[in-house]
């Protein structure tokens, strides 16, 4: 991969990476420390439970120091990217839950259910990117990646032919979204915008990058949403979901990908980091294929749909990424999955279908 090759690519250079013990950001901290490079994670709790898969990383005894600090707390964010020249925004609330019960839409349960919305979604996307970038700019950090999402892209995009490929132009519809109580992609829609505009009225170098779903092991000991969902595939359960084209990219690919914008001086602007695609109904003749033990969910579980044109990466394969096949990236995270029992039956209730897929 262009300008990947050196072992120590990253000595002497310090980079913050906020919430640092997620899924991706795990994965990311890993390969910066095996670049050489210094970095500040920052999470929300320090205790073991959520940051001794980072402390096990090889070099973070002694390139690795943990910040405590909500993406809300502009002082204890500042004070993690002070001494960096390089930031990865990576956290975000990924809900794993409905954040509205339409059974309960009476109005103050809807007034507490948007503050809700406010409170968990929305502020700490929006004001804490703003925050991450005002401590950005305090710090002269040479360059600002964030991490946006393919929800950003895919949803049903205004003046975008639906036979046409879409790539970094495309915009998903940030009021359908509205309307149809997606917070978590109009999340990300306001946060990618306002990272974009904001980082140019103060003069801050900003990339962004819109990965697929995520797939790949996990190093943290906890499953998570994203992993939720080919769980769910495997293990059948009571949810109907749609016959979606899913974009699908594996987490170390992601990492790459991650590291590759940051170092290239002239990447600008947005990468969807998309590789594969994949209808519900062939994902599951495929996991049937390479799992015929697992229950699986019905072919009845899932509704039609028409699907526009895919995403393409092709603007983050001319900067040099590559990336692992499918079939690889499935097979690593069903092994993951066993062996840490998370396809082991459960006491107490069936699979869930997270219900955030549903939605987007
Ligand atoms: N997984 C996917 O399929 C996927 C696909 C496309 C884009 N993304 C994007 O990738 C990024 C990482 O996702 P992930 O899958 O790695 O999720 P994850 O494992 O849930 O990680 C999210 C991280 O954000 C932190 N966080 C949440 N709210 C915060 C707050 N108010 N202040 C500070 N930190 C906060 C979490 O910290 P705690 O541990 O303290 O909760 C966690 O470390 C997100 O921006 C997500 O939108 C993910």
Known sequence: MA???????GSGRTVCVTGAGGYISSWLVKLLLSRGYAVHGTVRDLSDRKTAHLKRLEHASENLKLFRADLLDYDAMAAAVAGCQ?????????????????EAMTEPFLANQLSRIQREMLGPAVIGTRNVLDAALSAKVRRVIVVSSMVTIEINPKNWPKDKIKDENCWSDKEFCKNNEDWYSVAKITSEEAALEYGRQIGVDVVTINPALVLGPLLQPTCNTSCQFLIYFLKGGPDRMRNKLWHIVDVRDVADALLLIYEVPEASGRYICAPHFISARDLLSLLKNMYPDYPCIAEESISDMDNDAPMTSDKLKKLGWSYRSLEETIKDTVEFCKKGGFLDDMEGGPFRFPPVYNKI
């Open 3 to 9: 300008g990947h090759g050196a072992a120590a690519a």
């Open 86 to 102: 390089g930031v990865f925004h990576v956290a975000t609330p990924v809900p794993s839950g409905n954040l509205t019960d339409p």
